[in-house]
């Protein structure tokens, strides 16, 4: 992002069609001429005749009888360049009381942004029938998410589609870029977005969709596609949404909506205790496990049968405070990780007795551990994000099993870029080096463990203005969201982000990932 003056961003032609301010109607108005007789036309270039009085008194006074135009001094034109955008860094920079942020837009090949009525803390991304490894454009997009709203009963649950989105249109681009086979990337037009939603009754704390093997394809509408709600009531709502997505790709298909908007299974567990962590594996289409963590610190287990949705009644209990995330081994089907306000991450085996977890990070951060992110290519690295700030990546090899002693583990890498809480992290689904992350402080970036500082470019400007060194693994920096709350890239669309916050959706892809 770079910032310039704000005045930068109007335009001299307002939008009433007034090319300048009006006056306001107790102005004084220049005044006509008017004549209520018929006479002569005046010729506006009639030369005046002096009188003999007049050249007289000129002559007496020393003037030669003409009005000189006063001379102005010529206006010397600067040789300096106008004053360049500058790349705004969190942190360093402030924005003056005139500038505003303003994207570089030949950073990116698709940005796009979506605005909401409510508030959405989570939001999950919706696997389609268009094919992995997308790169043609336009793109078509589908995401699921839960609202915020400022009384329970106005809370939903939103399925959204959106197409016709574009490339990012740039000033002087090369009509023969890569990826440019046809006139349709050429064009720019506004995206188009249609959603369904189910009401839903208490904010929605965090959403997930149920996982689909990689390269599979949606499943047909008769079968259902499950969707699971964390609400702020303490209930975990289990919803089918796959008649919604048909009725927005075939025109005039109908749905029972009282069997839609009815829970397909509601999870009782945690009584009224609410929570933030979820997490679905998958073992086949009738073989469903969903994970579910509370305030109090409880993770309870919900598996499917053939005949529906049997909830564990033991709940897995090794953390001292709020559950904040958990994830699944992308590897053993019996394995998963929770991360706490407890500063610790633990693994746990379902297998084992006593519901306690098999090994853990304590500390992991010096604060409340928010998320973590298990590498689905690299089964042993996991990514967690503090509470002040920073992002750590372990690797799972090196943890301390349960009741053994020995030196605490050390993470592998460790980054306090973010001002703020982070919010999400997650692998890229697939470059096993490549995460994104997000912060309170309402930044997203891009990282890449792979890029190490050459010996050459050590004591190069690395350092910028404000004395913050900036990771050679920082990929990319992109911001204009307020207080960004969740992020997943999109398996589908190589390198494609998403990201919510306070004030709506981002959808964009980098120039270098």
Not at 287 to 305: P, Q, V
Not at 363 to 383: F, K, M, Q
Not at 503 to 512: A, L, S
Request: some cysteine; overall charge negative.
């Amino acid at each position: 992002m770079s910032k310039r003056p704000a005045e930068a961003s109007s335009s001299s032609q307002r939008l009433d069609g007034q090319p300048f301010s009006k006056a306001p109607a107790s102005a004084n108005k220049r005044k006509l001429g008017t004549n209520d007789e018929m006479g002569e036309f005046e010729d506006a270039w009639e030369d005046e005749v002096e009188s003999d009085e007049e050249v007289l008194d000129a002559a007496a006074n020393d003037e030669d009888g003409m009005d000189i135009d006063e001379v102005m001094p010529a206006i010397e034109e600067s040789d300096e360049p106008p004053q360049a955008s500058r790349a705004y860094i969190p942190g360093v920079h402030a924005l003056g009381k005139d500038e505003v942020l303003e994207a570089d837009e030949s950073a990116y090949i698709m940005r796009h942004t979506m605005n909401v009525n409510w508030p959405c803390l989570s939001f999950d991304v919706l696997r389609d029938n268009l094919g992995d490894e997308r790169r043609r454009f336009p793109a078509s997009i589908s995401i699921v998410s839960g609202t915020q709203a400022d009384e329970m009963k106005k809370n939903e649950v939103l399925v959204y589609k959106m197409t016709s989105l574009h490339k990012t249109q740039k000033d002087g681009e090369d009509s023969d870029s890569e990826g440019e086979d046809d006139d349709e990337n050429d064009l720019d037009e506004d995206p188009i977005i249609e959603f369904r939603s189910i009401p839903h009754f208490g904010g929605v704390n965090r959403i997930r969709a149920q996982p689909l093997p990689p390269s599979s394809p949606l499943p047909p509408v008769t079968q259902p596609y499950f969707v699971a709600s964390w609400a702020e009531t303490g209930k975990v709502h289990i919803w089918d949404v796959r008649p919604l997505i048909e009725s927005m790709d075939v025109p005039g298909y109908a749905y029972d909506k009282s069997r839609v908007q009815t829970p397909a299974f509601t999870i009782d567990s945690h009584g009224r205790a609410e929570g933030f962590a979820m997490d679905w594996a998958a073992s086949g289409p009738s073989s469903l496990r969903l994970l579910t963590g509370d305030i109090h610190s409880k993770i309870y287990l919900t598996t499917s049968t053939p005949s529906g949705f049997k909830p564990l009644s033991q709940p897995f209990a090794s953390h001292t405070s709020s559950i904040e995330d958990i994830q699944w081994s992308p590897s053993e089907p019996t394995v998963f990780a929770s991360c706490s306000a407890d500063r610790t991450v633990q693994v746990w085996d379902v297998r084992s007795k006593g519901r306690k977890s098999v090994a853990g990070i304590d500390p992991a951060h010096e604060s409340d551990v928010n998320v973590i992110s298990w590498n689905r290519l690299t089964s042993y690295l996991l990514l967690s994000g503090g509470d002040e700030g920073g992002i750590k990546v372990w690797d799972l090899r090196n943890v301390k099993k349960a009741g053994t002693s020995g030196p605490e583990p050390t993470p592998v890498a460790s980054f306090t870029w973010h001002s703020g809480p982070i919010t999400s992290v997650e692998w890229h689904p697939s470059e096993d080096s490549i995460f994104a992350a997000s912060g309170a402080d309402g930044q997203v970036t891009l990282w890449d463990l792979a890029v190490e500082q050459d010996a050459d470019e050590a004591g190069m400007e690395d350092t910028p203005e404000g004395g913050k060194d900036i990771p050679s693994q920082l990929l990319f920096q992109h911001l204009g969201q307020k207080d960004v709350k969740e992020l997943h890239w999109h398996p589908q669309i190589p390198g494609t982000v998403i990201s919510t916050a306070y004030d709506g959706f981002n959808i964009f892809k980098t120039f270098n990932v």
